[in-house]
């Protein structure tokens, strides 16, 4: 497949899942009567933007043909940290910094051992899942950050332009990586990596570094996702971000991304995020069980696997 058959393919996908997002938001238009009211959609974007910039970054991570599990825990970590800091006294950039830093660090050493040692990246991130999760519970002690700031959950709930404050991040991280992925040598250079990595060495590509930096990069937006998370919450909760994978990797697929690797964007991303947000909002108005969303989003996992595995073999 050429990649202008690739690109259109995605776009194509991505117009489909728009199509699914206009349906299911006039079916909750028409069976409930609070989903398109101002707050409602303005509670829907603070959530996509969450999970969008996790998509986000994971979709990054599979256009190598890789995976990144440790996003929730990742994120929670940040979070304990990032409020920790806080309520100690810390101005506000310097714990930005320091978790940025740190998530950064954190998909650096994902990349590292991925590419230097050949740990597929199943194990690899799966290992920092349970480490970060560890270090998350054992720094808090298992119990919940308080005493935050309350100008961190007032920008969370605050609003530009009738945008909430929190979805800018979101529009930002998604015009960056669709820059860097469409614009730039070093998304060139990611694109060949997960189409074929063998040929994209040959060919003078650095291999290690553009791992290591996709997952660099993956880790720096898990540090994002936690900073926000940390103001929506407006505390820590070493249990948080549970799941956030499976939400992550469904998003990806969901908006074109292929595990195989070599196809995938942050509009796509976005969209699939964007049918997530929505399913968990709309089963909070339908009165659905809660316990059923969990159920749904593996369905949604399962279903969206498969068929990317039907495509690629087609292909």
Same mark, same amino acid.
């Given at each position: 497949m050429t990649n202008n058959k690739k690109?259109?393919?995605?776009?194509?996908?991505?117009?489909?899942?728009?199509?699914?997002?206009?349906?299911?938001?006039?079916?909750?238009?028409?069976?409930?009567?609070?989903?398109?009211?101002?707050?409602?959609?303005?509670?829907?974007?603070?959530?996509?933007?969450?999970?969008?910039?996790?998509?986000? /970054?994971?979709?990054?991570?599979?256009?190598?043909?890789?995976?990144?599990?440790?996003?929730?825990?990742?994120?929670?970590?940040?979070?304990?940290?990032?409020?920790?800091?806080?309520?100690?006294?810390?101005?506000?950039?310097?714990?930005?910094?320091?978790?940025?830093?740190?998530?950064?660090?954190?998909?650096?050493?994902?990349?590292?051992?991925?590419?230097?040692?050949?740990?597929?990246?199943?194990?690899?991130?799966?290992?920092?899942?349970?480490?970060?999760?560890?270090?998350?519970?054992?720094?808090? /002690?298992?119990?919940?950050?308080?005493?935050?700031?309350?100008?961190?959950?007032?920008?969370?709930?605050?609003?530009?332009?009738?945008?909430?404050?929190?979805?800018?991040?979101?529009?930002?991280?998604?015009?960056?990586?669709?820059?860097?992925?469409?614009?730039?040598?070093?998304?060139?250079?990611?694109?060949?990596?997960?189409?074929?990595?063998?040929?994209?060495?040959?060919?003078?590509?650095?291999?290690?570094?553009?791992?290591? /930096?996709?997952?660099?990069?993956?880790?720096?937006?898990?540090?994002?996702?936690?900073?926000?998370?940390?103001?929506?919450?407006?505390?820590?909760?070493?249990?948080?971000?549970? /799941?956030?994978?499976?939400?992550?990797?469904?998003?990806?697929?969901?908006?074109?991304?292929?595990?195989?690797?070599?196809?995938?964007?942050?509009?796509?991303?976005?969209?699939?995020?964007?049918?997530?947000?929505?399913?968990?909002?709309?089963?909070?108005?339908?009165?659905?069980?809660?316990?059923?969303?969990?159920?749904?989003?593996?369905?949604?996992?399962?279903?969206?696997?498969?068929?990317?595995?039907?495509?690629?073999?087609?292909?």
């Open positions: 690109f259109n393919f995605t776009w194509s996908t991505q117009a489909v899942i728009l199509l699914v997002v206009v349906a299911m938001w006039i079916f909750l238009s028409l069976t409930t009567e609070n989903f398109l009211t101002v707050s409602n959609i303005q509670n829907i974007l603070r959530q996509v933007t969450i999970q969008g910039i996790n998509a986000v /970054g994971v979709t990054l991570v599979i256009i190598t043909a890789g995976i990144d599990l440790s996003v929730g825990s990742v994120v929670a970590l940040v979070n304990i940290l990032f409020a920790m800091l806080l309520v100690g006294g810390s101005p506000v950039w310097f714990g930005v910094l320091m978790v940025l830093a740190l998530a950064t660090g954190l998909g650096f050493v994902n990349g590292f051992f991925v590419h230097q040692f050949r740990v597929p990246p199943f194990i690899a991130t799966l290992a920092m899942m349970s480490i970060a999760r560890g270090a998350a519970l054992l720094i808090s /002690g298992g119990r919940n950050v308080f005493g935050l700031p309350r100008s961190i959950a007032e920008f969370s709930s605050g609003t530009l332009l009738g945008i909430p404050n929190l979805f800018w991040f979101l529009i930002a991280v998604i015009g960056f990586m669709e820059f860097l992925l469409r614009k730039t040598t070093f998304g060139r250079y990611v694109y060949a990596v997960g189409s074929n990595p063998e040929a994209a060495r040959l060919s003078g590509i650095n291999i290690r570094w553009v791992v290591i /930096g996709v997952y660099m990069i993956a880790g720096f937006l898990w540090g994002l996702s936690g900073i926000l998370e940390t103001s929506r919450l407006w505390m820590g909760v070493p249990s948080t971000g549970t /799941g956030y994978e499976l939400d992550a990797i469904a998003a990806a697929v969901l908006g074109g991304a292929s595990l195989m690797g070599a196809q995938g964007s942050a509009i796509g991303a976005f969209l699939g995020a964007l049918v997530m947000a929505t399913i968990y909002n709309g089963s909070v108005l339908l009165n659905i069980n809660p316990f059923w969303q969990r159920i749904i989003v593996g369905i949604i996992l399962v279903i969206t696997v498969s068929i990317d595995q039907i495509r690629s073999r087609r292909a």
